[in-house]
């Protein structure tokens, strides 16, 4: 059964810069853009960054433009979201999800999020 897998958060003080990861094993990763979502405490979830399936296109929140990087490894089922100047507006779960196109509204394992990762920006 396919797996959403996200790692690397954490605490990093405002200004700082976190890479996690997302891993998708057992899937046919390379076929699929993917979209990194985030939810703030108290918050809906809400879209961040998405990136076609060969990781030629990108698209970005506008709260992000600028500071966040989607890039993906399809050798490794991964996409990574590479974050800096962090701010504390940023602290949320992150997660990752598959769409048949970046531009889709809705994603592919729509029960079955995963874990998440806590990434907190404070001083």
């Known amino acids: 059964q396919v797996r959403l897998v996200e790692s690397g958060g954490g605490l990093v003080q405002p200004g700082g810069s976190l890479r996690p990861p997302c891993a998708v094993p057992?899937?046919?990763?390379?076929?699929?853009?993917m979209t990194w979502y985030r939810q703030p405490p108290g918050k809906q979830r809400e879209s961040v960054a998405s990136?076609?399936?060969?990781?030629?296109?990108?698209d970005y929140a506008d709260s992000v433009k600028g500071r966040f990087t989607i890039s993906r490894d399809n050798a490794k089922n991964t996409v990574y979201l590479q974050m800096n100047s962090l701010e504390p507006t940023d602290t949320a779960v992150y997660y990752c999800?598959?769409?048949?196109?970046?531009?889709?509204?809705?994603?592919?394992?729509?029960?079955?999020w995963g874990q998440g990762t806590q990434v907190t920006v404070s001083s």
């Open positions: 990136i076609s399936s060969t990781g030629d296109t990108t």
């Open positions: 999800n598959a769409k048949f196109d970046m531009m889709d509204s809705n994603v592919l394992f729509e029960t079955r």
């Open positions: 057992g899937f046919t990763f390379s076929s699929y853009a």
